[in-house]
Structure formats: C-alpha cells, structure tokens
C-alpha cells in the first residue's frame, strides 16, 4: 500500500515570493508522482508529474518539483507566487503500472494563501 | 474537447433515501476512475472501470456501486445514505491506464446528506 503525507496543511506566503510545499511518500513498490490542483468549487487539475528520468520536473504556470529517492518526497516550488497561486494542493502518488493497481493515493491537501 | 462532466452538481438527499451520480468522460476516454472528497479524510478512491469492467475497488462498504456503459459514460450509486455520505465526489477519465496516461477531473457533484 502507499500513503502520502504532505507536511503543512496552511502556508500563507506573500505576493512575489517563493513558496515550497512539501510531500513525502511511502511505498513498498515503485510509484509515480503528481501534484494536483483545486480551485475553489473546481475539480483538481494536474499540474505536474514525475514518471521517470529527469528528477526536476517542470508544470504548468511556473511550478516545478523534484523527486528525491532517498528521501521519497517530491516537493513543489515555485520561485515567484501571484495571487492567482491562491488554492489547495494536493500530492498523489499510484503504483507504476507493471502493480496492477491503478488507483491514486492522495494526500490531505496543503492550502496556499498568497498575501497581497 | 469537451472536459470531463458530472450531474448533477449539486444534490440534497435525506439519510435513508439513495443516490445516483453520472459522469460523462472526455470523449474517446476509456477510464473512468471515482473520488470521495470530505474535509476530514481528504480524497479517497472509490473505484475505477475500463471498457464497462471494474478494474479497481477503494475499501467502502457495499452501499457504494457503480458501473459503466459502453458509451464510457459511469454512474455511481449510494443507497441507505447515511451523514457521513456528504462529500464532493468527483469522477476523472484518461485514455489509458491511470497514471501513464493523465488524469482529468470533472468539477464533482456534491452531495448533502440531511
């Protein structure tokens, strides 16, 4: 089984700066990697994942992470946040294919607020 | 394309009664996967279909059903509703095997149980 443990519920941060969210994970079986986002009232959109190779993974609207092995965590940053930043996350892991699982594993969410 | 759409959006039901929420896939996805989302246990795996098949099943009790058409199109079920049932559910397609190929989400329906 796998289990996603993302570190800080609430990380308010203001206009302009850099922001990490963190993300650890647990599993006994090779994974992949992804960070979602909500908007409020929305589903969840992907902004990134992490299959294989490159460790630095580039997403949408100026979002990237890195996979650490060793440290099985795979945090999200951003250099420069905006408003528009404002919403949860969500780090979510499912079992590479060859486990035959195909469901994924979702954190409990880290709420970004961004102060004007 | 057209997303991933659920109806209905918003629905209140009473302990007992039961429900059926649809979700229609982006057209030519094959994979239908369903997600409870609560305030206190996050997002949680309901199951998933491929080509009309169960291929996956979350650990909920029996109340929760589904099922998929051959159109692709899914429908969830949850009789004897309890309180506890109140949660956004939301419903993602992909093309292939979730995971390799990307998820997309719908917008959720969100249920109301009183």
């Known amino acids: 089984a796998q289990s996603v443990t993302q570190l800080d519920s609430q990380v308010p941060v203001f206009e302009e700066a850099p922001v990490e969210l963190r993300c650890n994970y647990s599993s006994s079986v090779s994974v992949y990697l992804f960070w979602y986002v909500q908007y409020p009232n929305q589903g969840l959109q992907l902004l990134l994942k992490?299959?294989?190779?490159?460790?630095l993974v580039k997403g949408i609207n100026g979002f990237e992470a890195e996979f650490n092995k060793s440290q099985t965590s795979f945090h999200l940053r951003k250099p420069s946040v905006h408003i528009s930043d404002t919403a949860e996350y969500f780090c979510a892991v499912i079992p590479d294919s060859g486990a035959g699982s195909y469901q994924l594993t979702f954190g409990k969410g880290t709420k970004l607020s961004v102060i004007p | 394309k057209a997303g991933v759409t659920q109806t209905p959006r918003y629905l209140i039901k009473t302990r007992g009664q039961q429900v059926t929420l649809s979700c229609s896939p982006i057209?030519?996805?094959?994979?239908v996967s369903w997600y409870q989302q609560t305030p206190g246990q996050g997002l949680q795996f309901l199951f998933e279909?491929?080509?009309?098949?169960?291929?996956n099943k979350g650990n909920f009790p029996g109340r929760f059903s589904g099922r998929q058409f051959s159109n692709s199109r899914s429908e969830m079920n949850v009789s004897t509703l309890e309180l506890g049932d109140s949660a956004l559910y939301l419903c993602?397609?992909?093309?292939?095997?979730?995971?390799?190929?990307?998820?997309?989400f719908g917008p959720g329906t969100r249920l109301t149980v009183l």
């Open positions: 992490y299959l294989s190779g490159s460790t």
């Open positions: 993602a397609s992909s093309d292939g095997l979730p995971g390799l190929y990307e998820q997309f």
């Open positions: 057209s030519g996805h094959r994979s």
């Open positions: 279909y491929f080509s009309e098949t169960q291929r």
